[in-house]
């Protein structure tokens, strides 16, 4: 019988969703493990379910034979060596896009707050001050909003932000379907130029680390503010530091920063802290119910596919094979060394067995090979051996 480990207190929306496919032998330990708790919890483990906390490294990996795939009920994948879990054959899935929709709410209601002129009526109230005035503060209706990164949430902003009457622009540099009546604008000084409210939603990293340069926010209208719902490094802070404060912005929100505290105990540092037209939340964008629910049944649902079909689509370090029911009796799952030869002799071994291939599917990924062959009888032990021994296997086995 399979069985699946769950660390980390994984939202109950996992466990429903692999009994629903049929999985029973499933242990939950509410923690993260490590040292030889972790060994001896997954000793016998096929399948492992962790958090960011547990960390499935070379050396964990290489003690675990037993182990077919990994599940990261997370978006990142940091806390698993990667490239050990592949050279073993062993796919590693998360739920990169189950908080999408967390995140685009999210901006939708900073964009209002923020051209209501509210973080600085709600400060002044808590002084004790009654603002009343209207000056400065506008409706989202008819306001054009500029889309930086017109990905999964870029363009899932746009479409909320249709729903209140906002027109839509966005800058990607790769080409993307427009939905709703988004618009792409060829640059991003033009997008800068023309938006009411900037939103930004590129990736993390080197080529997009300062994309909101001093320049770039000069390109600004003194009445546009901005939102950062995606990484810390992609925005100058200082930059925008001195154009809040000079007046040259009209405010701003963010939810992540170059440096974040890497707990709750240490202190929260940015120089716009007490900026009174500035929405500062601690990394929050996507944490809600709804997102722990869906990241539980996105990444079940993976290792579900995985265990009963040997779907390898969306895993993070593997060959992509997509789902595709079950065409015959067996189906052998073969993760091999990509090299030449390797399907050429696992089908001879079929033919020499008298075995008929009803339907094989090949993809590969660097340095390994991974096939799905079903063929019309069931397998004998004799030949999983001859298999799982050739030269070029890493891991083969049924399904
Ligand atoms: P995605 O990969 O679907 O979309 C990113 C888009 O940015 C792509 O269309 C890409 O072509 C575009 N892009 C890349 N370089 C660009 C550039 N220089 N200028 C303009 N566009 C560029 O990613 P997704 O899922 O939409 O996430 C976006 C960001 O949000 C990521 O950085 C992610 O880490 C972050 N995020 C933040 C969360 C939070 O809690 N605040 C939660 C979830 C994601």
Redesign the pocket.
């Known amino acids: 019988m399979t069985k699946i480990v769950l660390l980390e207190k994984i939202h109950p929306s996992a466990v429903e969703h692999l009994r629903g496919q049929g999985f029973t032998d499933i242990t939950e330990i509410p923690r993260a493990l490590s040292g030889k708790e972790l060994a001896a919890a997954l000793a016998d483990a096929d399948a492992v379910g962790i958090r960011s906390t547990t960390h499935l490294t070379a050396e964990v990996l290489a003690g675990l034979p037993r182990l077919d795939v990994i599940g990261c009920f997370c978006?990142g994948t940091n806390q698993v060596d990667l490239t050990a879990a592949m050279a073993l054959g062993i796919p590693v899935f998360n739920a990169?896009?189950s908080?999408?929709r967390s995140?685009a709410e999210l901006v939708i209601a900073q964009a209002i707050l923020l051209l209501r002129r509210i973080p600085e009526k709600n400060a002044r109230a808590h002084r004790g001050i009654w603002d009343k005035s209207a000056q400065g503060a506008y409706e989202v209706r008819n306001k054009t909003l500029g889309i930086?990164?017109?990905?999964?949430?870029?363009a899932q902003v746009g479409i909320l932000a249709e729903s209140v009457g906002m027109r839509v622009f966005y800058?990607?540099?790769?080409s993307?379907l427009p939905l709703g009546n988004a618009r792409p604008v060829p640059t991003?000084e033009a997008l800068l130029a023309q938006a009411d409210v900037v939103t930004m939603?590129?990736?993390?990293g080197a080529?997009?680390t300062d994309?909101l340069t001093a320049e770039r926010i000069a390109c600004m209208k003194p009445t546009a503010v901005l939102i950062n719902?995606?990484?810390g490094g992609v925005v100058d802070i200082a930059a925008l530091n001195t154009a809040l404060r000079e007046q040259r912005l009209a405010g701003a929100a963010l939810?992540?920063f170059p440096v974040e505290p890497k707990s709750e105990k240490d202190e929260f540092v940015s120089p716009l802290r007490g900026l009174d037209n500035v929405i500062l939340t601690p990394?929050?964008?996507?944490?809600t119910e709804e997102a722990q629910d869906n990241i539980g049944r996105e990444v079940a649902d993976k290792l579900a596919r995985f265990l009963s079909a040997g779907t390898t689509r969306s895993a993070v370090n593997f060959p992509e094979v997509p789902h595709i029911e079950k065409a015959a009796t067996s189906r052998i799952l073969n993760v091999h060394r990509n090299v030449p030869g390797v399907i050429a002799s696992m089908n001879a071994c079929f033919a020499e067995s008298g075995l008929n291939i009803v339907a094989q599917q090949l993809q590969t990924r660097g340095s390994i090979g991974y096939a799905i062959t079903d063929v019309d009888a069931p397998i004998s032990e004799e030949l999983m051996r001859k298999l799982c021994g050739a030269p070029s296997t890493i891991r083969c086995h049924l399904v």
Not at 201 to 204: D, Q, T
Request: charged share 15%; proline share 8%; net charge negative.
């Open positions: 978006i990169p896009y908080n999408t995140v930086i990164g017109y990905g999964n949430i870029g800058y990607d540099p790769e993307k991003l939603h590129v990736p993390g080529a997009t994309l719902a995606s990484r939810d992540v990394h929050i964008g996507g944490s």
